[in-house]
């Protein structure tokens, strides 16, 4: 959900705007995305896959990272600022890592949808994604109860690599060996 819609406003006013609010804001291209509170079974989805791709990732160069944490998308040939924050984000390169925050592009990045921010997930943050590279995109919705999976094919386009409804197994592309039953997600 844009708060401001008709202007735009510059990373300082953001800085500002975040400071004195107690929302859960989003930077993208000068508009500010307020994130809404997450609901019991959003928080449940969210924890659930958190231990899971924790556990997977555990001795390896990988982090995983759950919401609220500030992610600055950054890539050398991209200008301007996209600060965002991913309900997970698993995070390979640790050069990125700031007190505060992590300025790069994660590997993976999960989103679980709630009713108001469908479309944030589905079209505005999947074309981000896309275009700063991240490799793998899970969109969550607990709704359908489906996962689906995107991953950056060699034109560096989304497609589908998995996708799972109601029951099954989903599988990642960049975290060999990793797959979550949905049934473990939603139960």
């Not at 490799?135 to 386009?157: A, C, F, G, Q, R």
């Not at 996708?163 to 949905?182: H, N, P, T, W, Y």
Request: proline letters at 4%; hydrophobic letters at 35%; glycine letters at 6%.
């Amino acid at each position: 959900m844009a708060l401001a819609k008709s202007s735009f406003i510059s990373i300082e006013e953001f800085y500002k705007m975040r400071d004195n609010s107690e929302s859960l804001l989003e930077y993208i291209d000068g508009v500010v995305y307020m994130t809404p509170s997450p609901s019991t079974k959003h928080q449940r989805v969210s924890s659930r896959l958190q231990i899971k791709l924790g556990l997977f990732v555990e001795g390896t160069s990988c982090e995983v990272f759950g919401a609220p944490y500030d992610i600055e998308l950054k890539r050398e040939d991209i200008e301007g600022t996209k600060i965002v924050i991913p309900d997970i984000s698993v995070i390979c390169d640790k050069s990125g890592f700031t007190e505060a925050k992590y300025i790069g592009v994660p590997a993976l990045i999960v989103e679980i949808l709630s009713p108001s921010n469908q479309s944030h997930d589905l079209i505005t943050k999947l074309n981000l994604y896309m275009k700063y590279g991240v490799k793998e995109y899970w969109i969550v919705n607990p709704m359908l109860e489906s996962v689906t999976v995107y991953t950056l094919n060699d034109e560096e386009m989304y497609e589908q690599y998995d996708m799972k409804a109601i029951r099954g197994e989903v599988k990642s592309k960049i975290l060999d060996g990793f797959s979550i039953d949905l049934e473990y997600i939603y139960k």
